[in-house]
């Protein structure tokens, strides 16, 4: 394998005609793993997280809150995780550039001789 170093652009153009900027500078093979830069006017927006993420913020103030209210504010020259089954709302209170790294956990494969989980069975017994 060939090592192939990926330097981020401290400052990617934006698109100015839209309300978000996304530059993906990699993706593996497999499409779990990625990493580029997020640009954002300020906004809010509900989230629902499937992938955990990494992200280091060039510029601008976000805040976090969880599903149960808690806030957590971040501010250029800062880093933070978002992880895997984080729901919420992410607010841009000023416009705001990252750069960020996602991983997409993949569930194991389920064993066909396992016995089901409640969940699924439940599901069975619903028809679903």
């Known amino acids: 394998m060939t090592i192939r170093s990926i330097r981020f652009d401290p400052s ?3 698109n100015p005609d839209a309300a978000t900027t996304v530059h993906e500078w990699y993706q593996d093979r497999t499409g779990a793993f990625s ?3 997020w640009a954002s006017a300020p906004s809010e927006i509900e989230v629902s997280y499937d992938e955990d993420e990494f992200c280091v913020l060039v ?3 976000v805040e976090l809150t ?3 209210g808690h806030t957590e504010t971040f ?3 800062q880093s933070f995780v978002i992880p895997s089954g984080f729901k919420g709302v992410w607010k841009s209170v000023t416009a705001v550039r990252k ?3 996602v991983h997409l956990p993949v569930a194991p494969a389920a064993d066909p001789k396992a016995a089901p989980t409640l969940p699924d069975a439940a599901a069975d017994l619903a028809g679903t």
């Open 75 to 77: 501010h250029a020259g």
């Open 99 to 101: 750069f960020y790294v």
């Open 12 to 14: 990617p153009p934006l």
């Open 66 to 68: 969880d599903a149960s």
């Open 35 to 37: 990493a580029g830069f």
């Open 59 to 61: 510029e601008g103030t």
